[in-house]
T-cell receptor, first 111, second 113 residues
Framework: SQQGEEDPQALSIQEGENATMNCSYKTSINNLQWYRQNSGRGLVHLILIRSNEREKHSGRLRVTLDTSKKSSSLLITASRAADTASYFCATDPYQGGKLIFGQGTELSVKP | KAGVTQTPRYLIKTRGQQVTLSCSPISGHRSVSWYQQTPGQGLQFLFEYFSETQRNKGNFPGRFSGRQFSNSRSEMNVSTLELGDSALYLC????????????FGEGSWLTVV
């Protein structure tokens, strides 16, 4: 079963705009990871945020984590057509390699 | 260094057959986990191996099995294939000590006809 939900399920924006995706989860976690998946490909790791962190940046990516609300958000600034992909959050409530994924947000960035 | 490598990338099998998928983790990683991705169920955890021992298992029937070798390479096997087993099978690796980044391979596309 899925750990949580992602919102929105689909997002369409113009190049240069910012994209925000939200993820909610159900149980306590050790960390939360965000991944990108291009159609038919594997998952590319974007960023990991630990349960004791509130915000993390990596290039044009900004991730926040609110453990009291059991939610996280991924912000992509100045989006590009190449950012078009599905984005997944995954939590690690058990430690080790068992990740629980959300359903993903399908992002479309139009040139 | 090389990423997670999965073989084969694409395969077609007939109902009732079995299939073996292979995964080579990132060098130095001792944890290998497997996931199934389908349009209907999304990404679901199959099992995880660490130092040749299965450490976690998802809610899949016994037809799905796996193993890990001493060099950390892993294989998963699905016996008596069903049409519903058609999916993208993803392998992931990490250092396996908890709170680590988990890296995925490109996946193996399995089609059961």
């Amino acid at each position: 079963s899925q750990q949580g939900e992602e919102d929105p399920q689909a997002l369409s924006i113009q190049e240069g705009e910012n994209a925000t995706m939200n993820c909610s989860y159900k149980t306590s976690i050790n960390n939360l990871q965000w991944y990108r998946q291009n159609s038919g490909r594997g998952l590319v790791h974007l960023i990991l945020i630990r349960s004791n962190e509130r915000e993390k940046h990596s290039g044009r990516l900004r991730v926040t984590l609110d453990t009291s609300k059991k939610s996280s958000s991924l912000l992509i600034t100045a989006s590009r057509a190449a950012d078009t992909a599905s984005y997944f959050c995954a939590t690690d409530p058990y430690q080790g390699g068992k990740l629980i994924f959300g359903q993903g947000t399908e992002l479309s960035v139009k040139p | 260094k090389a990423g997670v490598t999965q073989t084969p990338r694409y395969l077609i099998k007939t109902r009732g057959q079995q299939v073996t998928l292979s995964c080579s983790p990132i060098s130095g990683h001792r944890s290998v986990s497997w996931y199934q991705q389908t349009p209907g169920q999304g990404l679901q955890f199959l099992f995880e191996y660490f130092s040749e021992t299965q450490r976690n298992k998802g809610n899949f029937p016994g037809r799905f099995s796996g193993r890990q070798f001493s060099n950390s390479r892993s294989e998963m096997n699905v016996s008596t294939l069903e049409l519903g087993d058609s999916a993208l099978y993803l392998c992931a690796s990490s250092l396996g000590q908890g709170r680590n980044t988990i890296y995925f391979g490109e996946g193996s596309w399995l089609t059961v006809v």
